[in-house]
């Protein structure tokens, strides 16, 4: 087999893999709502990030299970801007995250944010009263 071959198909594979993930997660988002929780705003991510603003929670969904922060949990949430590889090159080294660090010295990493790491935080911060908001830039 050409290598050329092997890389589209390995390519092929781990963007089914990516998918299968995103869709079990939004299964359970939708298990979520069904079971009262009110999604006040929703990130797409990996893992999924949605704010319950009535329950003052971060919801953090994996495919496979949900991790329900309180506020009062969370000692920060840094927004994390990718570095770009030179100034004339527009494209990022690599996505823009959040890492949320909590008060028991835990950090969670949420990775592949579909918009910037400065619009996720506006589209958050409404929601995140009481909780330490940081933005950091690695240009």
Known sequence: MKPIILIIIVCVL???VGWKQQNQSLKQLKR??????KVDSFIYSRPMLAIDNTAKKVIVIYP?????LKFREIKNIRFVESRYSDQQNSNPVGPDRIRIQLKDGRILEIRDLRKSARETMEQ???FLNGVL???KSRF
């Open 133 to 135: 908001l940081d933005f």
């Open 124 to 126: 958050l911060q409404p």
């Open 64 to 68: 496979d299970k949900t991790l329900n």
């Open 32 to 37: 979520l709502e069904k079971h009262g929780v």
């Open 14 to 16: 781990l963007g089914y």
